[in-house]
T-cell receptor
Framework: ETGVTQTPRHLVMGMTNKKSLKCEQH?????MYWYKQSAKKPLELMFV???????ENNSVPSRFSPECPNSSHLFLHLHTLQPEDSALYLC????????????????FGPGTRLTVL | GQSLEQPSEVTAVEGAIVQINCTYQ??????LSWYQQHDGGAPTFLSY????GLEETGRFSSFLSRSDSYGYLLLQELQMKDSASYFC????????????FGTGTKLQVIP
């Protein structure tokens, strides 16, 4: 247990569906992240939030829409996805975005395995 | 931009020592991290180097040479449970110290 939970753990959706991924961190951290992990590719940073403000939108298609209502919760809203969006979506948090190693260490959730049909 | 290179797969014998290398190119370097990820699990933080030299944490050590843009993770007294993927990640100086991950090295420990 890393203190970061994600739901659902598995999700199968059609290309016309709308769904949301949820992430919650119980660590009192100020920064939260969404990553995409595909087979044989590096972890791809999608979005970064610091104190509920988005600080990075890494050229992610608009069919992915993040939401951070407070520093403990992060959502990823999905709509009209493509089969190539099938991947493991990982949420992470860190104490802060800057500072020393203990501030920057990222704690990852278990991920949501997404399959788009 | 940033790019990292690490071997895709490494096999080593239980009880042995294995070194996983990582070379990087970055426009502004701040530090190098290592993460471990078991199949079906979440990445977990192992170590962080901001300065040249060796950092030791139990059976794991991490080394950095900033002048060579190179680092490695050293795993000693390998155990079967060390079979996992290992990612190096570079933190840069720009903006909010963005982290970029390598493609990962899949380590298989055999009896």
């Amino acid at each position: 247990e890393t203190g970061v939970t994600q739901t659902p753990r598995h999700l199968v959706m059609g290309m016309t569906n709308k769904k949301s991924l949820k992430c919650e961190q119980h660590l009192g951290h100020n920064a939260m992240y969404w990553y995409k992990q595909s087979a044989k590719k590096p972890l791809e940073l999608m979005f970064v939030y610091s104190l509920e403000e988005r600080v990075e939108n890494n050229s992610v298609p608009s069919r992915f829409s993040p939401e951070c209502p407070n520093s403990s919760h992060l959502f990823l809203h999905l709509h009209t996805l493509q089969p190539e969006d099938s991947a493991l979506y990982l949420c992470a948090s860190s104490q802060d975005l800057r500072g020393g190693v203990m501030d920057n260490e990222q704690f990852f959730g278990p991920g949501t395995r997404l399959t788009v049909l | 931009g940033q790019s990292l290179e690490q071997p895709s797969e490494v096999t080593a014998v239980e009880g042995a020592i294995v070194q996983i290398n990582c070379t990087y190119q970055t426009s502004g370097f701040y530090g190098l991290s290592w993460y471990q990820q078991h199949d079906g699990g979440a990445p977990t933080f192992l170590s962080y180097n901001a300065l040249d030299g060796l950092e030791e944490t139990g059976r794991f050590s991490s080394f950095l040479s900033r002048s060579d843009s190179y680092g490695y993770l050293l795993l000693q007294e390998l155990q079967m449970k060390d079979s996992a993927s290992y990612f190096c990640a570079v933190r840069d100086r720009g903006g909010y110290q963005k982290v970029t991950f390598g493609t990962g090295t899949k380590l298989q420990v055999i009896p």
